[in-house]
């Protein structure tokens, strides 16, 4: 089992910046792809980014320019920093995390919420 544990989460008024981070523990060995996850109120979930075992990343295009993702493998940590954000960037974000253990397992983290006022 592995558990993840995110924090950085907050009110910020438009324009802002925040960091999320996102700790991982428990049956950590072979993480592979790490992600932040959001989902706004009557929305569904959506992806803002993700980082490989190897730092290869990816942006959904929304955020790109204002959003970085970056891991510490030794630490099992990702992080999430969001410049400029924006009234809709409001949401839920959810730390993921996919662990190869002779297949695939995914695993979510409970979510910190994200309020950023106009």
């Known amino acids: 089992q592995v558990q993840l544990v995110e924090s950085g989460g907050g009110l910020v008024q438009a324009g802002g910046s925040l960091r999320l981070s996102c700790a991982a523990s428990?049956?950590?060995?072979?993480?592979?792809?790490m992600a932040w996850y959001r989902q706004a109120p009557g929305n569904q979930r959506e992806l803002v980014a993700s980082?490989?075992?190897?730092?290869?990343?990816n942006y959904t295009d929304s955020v790109k320019g204002r959003f970085a993702i970056s891991r510490d493998n030794a630490k099992n940590t990702v992080f999430l920093q969001m410049d400029s954000l924006k009234p809709e960037d409001t949401a839920v974000y959810y730390c993921h995390a996919i662990v190869w253990r002779g297949r695939d397992y995914s695993y979510w983290g409970q979510g910190t919420q994200v309020t950023v006022s106009s």
């Open positions: 980082i490989s075992r190897f730092g290869s990343t």
């Open positions: 428990g049956s950590t060995f072979n993480i592979n792809r």
